[in-house]
């Protein structure tokens, strides 16, 4: 049988890295090819798109959730209100209140948060506002999901936006022994969650993986039951990283007389800062004091463009300060109150604990070196190089 009619699982598990499956042997006895697998910089919301569609970020447009856009910002109506001080406008209700309307009313998906100061969102808009795991999902690039669409080929896809992990897990289970379908795409997003908190505790991580291999077993019996040449592939987006020590980047800045909006913008994620320059001499004095700036450097637009970063509007900054593994960013609108995790990912694809992995009861057809190349494996397989 080729490999095109035979019954296909991929499953996609958030932030396991390859570490991690050293060290537990994770489901080792029935994917035996198994390899690290380099990832991109940055987190999922730039590493997903880019094993869906075979492209890095620059030509996806896909990378970090808020990007530079005052023209097309949904919440350019809230430069009406510079006038209210900060402290009625940055308030846990009043950012509670923008991300429903985020959520529903813009139209900015089940993820939007209100990561940056309200008073700055005018000058933001947000990446992930359609389901990515769906045909159309991704703008700039056709997905898996799309190429199936298109030459004809049955699937199913099962992601947080409608289930849990168990959920997923058992309605796969189900659906592919009453399906038509021969392609089955299980993303399951809750280990990272798991991860961030006990990615330095073997002892807990074990258990919560055997659970998850248990439950993958069945998967895999129920596709083998249906069709014994059936496929199974574990892929993951990136790793997790200890985090080590914090780094108050926002803080280092705040001596310098510089005003945002005004001379600046700046976003502060987990592990690394963007800023946007509105005068010379914000530039000037925030890359002076960046480069001075234990714990992280800046990266250049070289290495930002050989990472697939290179976008020309520059609109997720016009540069980028980026950790070294194992710091957090101190005071970032993406950690809040009280959440201290011990582990991290966003950090540069060199570090060893961002690895993603390749889990597989074959040999993979086509090369297979980073993340990109998870998208060529599953055309391969599906027949769609030749399809589509």
């Known amino acids: 049988m080729s490999d095109a009619a035979r019954l296909h699982v991929f499953v996609l598990i958030d932030a396991l890295g390859w570490p991690v499956v050293e060290a537990t042997g994770f489901l080792s006895d029935v994917l035996p ?13 730039g590493a997903i798109p880019t094993l869906l569609t075979g492209r890095p970020p620059a030509e996806h447009g896909h990378w970090n959730l808020f990007y530079y856009d005052p023209e097309g910002s949904p919440f350019r109506w809230l430069r009406w209100f510079g006038w209210v001080p900060d402290a009625v406008l940055n308030r846990r209700v009043t950012r509670r209140l923008l991300k429903e309307l985020g959520r529903r009313v813009f139209g900015l998906g089940p993820l939007f948060e209100c990561c940056v100061e309200p008073r700055l969102l005018p000058w933001f808009n947000w990446t992930e506002k359609a389901n990515i795991y769906a045909p159309g999902g991704i ?6 999901f799309d190429s199936l669409v298109e030459a004809g080929i049955p699937y199913r896809a099962y992601t947080y936006h409608r289930w849990s992990d168990a959920e997923i897990l058992r309605r796969a289970c189900e659906d592919i022994q009453q399906s038509d379908a021969r392609f089955f795409f299980l993303y399951l997003s809750e280990v990272d969650a798991f991860l961030h908190k006990h990615c330095d505790e073997p002892a807990r991580i074990a258990p919560e993986l055997s659970r ?16 014994p040449e059936a496929g199974f592939t574990v892929i993951s987006d990136h790793g997790m990283t200890p985090v080590r020590q914090h780094c108050d980047l926002a803080a280092g800045l705040s001596d310098l007389g510089l005003r945002m909006p005004d001379d600046y913008l700046a976003v502060y994620d987990s592990t690394m800062a963007r800023f946007w320059f509105f005068t010379d001499v914000a530039r000037r004095r925030i890359v002076e004091r960046l480069l001075d700036t234990r714990g992280g450097r800046l990266l250049s637009r070289r290495e930002l463009e050989d990472l ?19 710091g957090l960013v101190a005071s970032s609108g993406f950690n809040g109150d009280g959440w201290k995790p011990a582990g991290m990912h966003g950090y540069h694809p060199d570090d060893r604990y961002s690895d993603a992995v390749l889990l597989s009861d074959h040999e993979p057809p086509v090369p297979v070196r980073s993340i990109a190349d998870f998208h060529r494996y599953m055309t391969h397989v599906t027949g769609l190089e030749v399809a589509v």
């Open 33 to 45: 090819a198994r390899k690290p697998v380099r990832t991109v910089l940055g987190y999922s919301s």
């Open 139 to 144: 703008g700039g690039a056709p997905s898996i």
């Open 212 to 227: 998850y291999e248990a439950a993958l077993r069945r998967v895999f019996e129920a596709a083998r039951r249906r069709d």
């Open 308 to 326: 697939g970063l290179g976008f020309s509007d520059r609109r997720y900054g016009d540069v980028v300060f980026l950790l070294d593994p194992g």
